[in-house]
Nanobody, 124 residues
């Protein structure tokens, strides 16, 4: 499985961005997929995830109500709509896929495959 994240960029505070993650292979629809981010000098942290069937999502408290995760299994694509962006959202955003279950979908160990990351910079 290969993942390719895109859509990052520079945006002013209060603005919006939509990240995409294109997946190769035929296992995308079977796996939980999610987004993590890593700011300079900080550990990688969970942002949002969606289970294989799309019926269950989870968000970090810091992004609830502002970000929305979705998936299109027919197109092997994961999306992250980010609204009301804040300077503290600045980070490299990574998409990931794996066999995460409900108890692990917000943890790094729940994911096996990782994309290369896309930079999101929010200016104040």
């Amino acid at each position: 499985v290969q993942l390719q994240a895109s859509g990052g960029g520079l945006v002013q505070a209060g603005g919006s961005l939509r990240l995409s993650c294109a997946a190769s292979g035929d296992t995308f629809s079977s796996y939980t997929v999610g987004w993590f981010r890593q700011a300079p000098g900080k550990e990688r942290e969970f942002v949002a995830a969606i289970k294989a069937g799309g019926g269950h999502t989870r968000y970090a408290d810091s992004v609830k109500g502002r970000f929305a995760v979705s998936r299109d299994n027919a197109k092997n694509t994961l999306l992250l709509q980010m609204n009301s962006l804040k300077p503290e959202d600045t980070a490299v955003y990574y998409c990931a896929s794996g066999r995460a279950i409900l108890s692990t979908m917000a943890t790094i160990r729940g994911y096996t495959y990782w994309g290369q990351g896309t930079q999101v910079t929010v200016s104040s």
